[in-house]
T-cell receptor
Framework: GEDVEQSLFLSVREGDSSVINCTYT??????LYWYKQEPGAGLQLLTY?????DMKQDQRLTVLLNKKDKHLSLRIADTQTGDSAIYFC?????????FGKGTRLSVIA | EPEVTQTPSHQVTQMGQEVILRCVPI?????FYWYRQILGQKVEFLVS????????KSEIFDDQFSVERPDGSNFTLKIRSTKLEDSAMYFC?????????????FGPGTRLTVL
């Protein structure tokens, strides 16, 4: 089955850029999602990229996809304290989403 | 996008008791999912439900779990005889449209604590 790997922790200073990386194994993934989970809250859809795209930009968020290497990244520009959360990568080739363990982003003021 | 609501937000139960977790979609969607997240672990798929039937389930979804949509609105997950290891956050999700491959939107979750 699909396996999704993410680094567990990332710490950045407020105003810097954050880059969260994800690798996956299922090359048939058609949509690749990023979800954000704030403490004690549910999963909020942040953005996604379709598998035939290399890049997608949405305000402060940039998603890069390298299909050949099965590598997905999420860049957050001008990181704010409100961006502190756990970020989950979730490729989707079939119905159920397969999540990584999540990357805990800590933003230092 | 309209979200889903889940009740209760927190449920505490004794081991061996039955619990029912509820998901109330706001708009009339057909595909629903249950996921769970044990504290500190990844989010895991349990079951998907389409047109009043289970369409797919994981190995976690054993005989002690069941799902139904009894009144055409609420989507429920029942755990018949809870175990300590069932303690987790349970998330309901639904797709934006009827197709299973569409983006999934999650509810806020129910925290289940089994004592």
């Amino acid at each position: 089955g699909e396996d999704v790997e993410q680094s567990l922790f990332l710490s950045v200073r407020e105003g810097d850029s954050s880059v969260i990386n994800c690798t996956y194994t299922d090359s048939s993934s058609t949509y690749l999602y990023w979800y954000k989970q704030e403490p004690g809250a549910g999963l909020q859809l942040l953005t996604y990229i379709f598998s035939n795209m290399d890049m997608k930009q949405d305000q402060r968020l940039t998603v890069l996809l390298n299909k050949k290497d099965k590598h997905l990244s999420l860049r957050i520009a001008d990181t704010q304290t409100g961006d502190s959360a756990i970020y989950f990568c979730a490729p989707s080739g079939n119905t159920p989403l397969v999540f990584g363990k999540g990357t805990r982003l800590s933003v230092i003021a | 996008e309209p979200e889903v609501t889940q009740t209760p937000s927190h449920q505490v139960t004794q081991m061996g008791q039955e619990v029912i977790l509820r998901c109330v979609p706001i708009s009339n969607h057909l595909y629903f999912y249950w996921y769970r997240q044990i504290l500190g672990q990844k989010v895991e798929f349990l079951v998907s439900f389409y047109n009043n039937e289970i369409s797919e389930k994981s190995e976690i979804f054993d005989d002690q779990f069941s799902v139904e949509r009894p009144d055409g609105s609420n989507f429920t997950l029942k755990i018949r005889s809870t175990k300590l290891e069932d303690s987790a956050m349970y998330f309901c999700a639904r797709t934006g449209r009827a197709r299973s491959t569409d983006t999934q939107y999650f509810g806020p979750g129910t925290r289940l604590t089994v004592l």
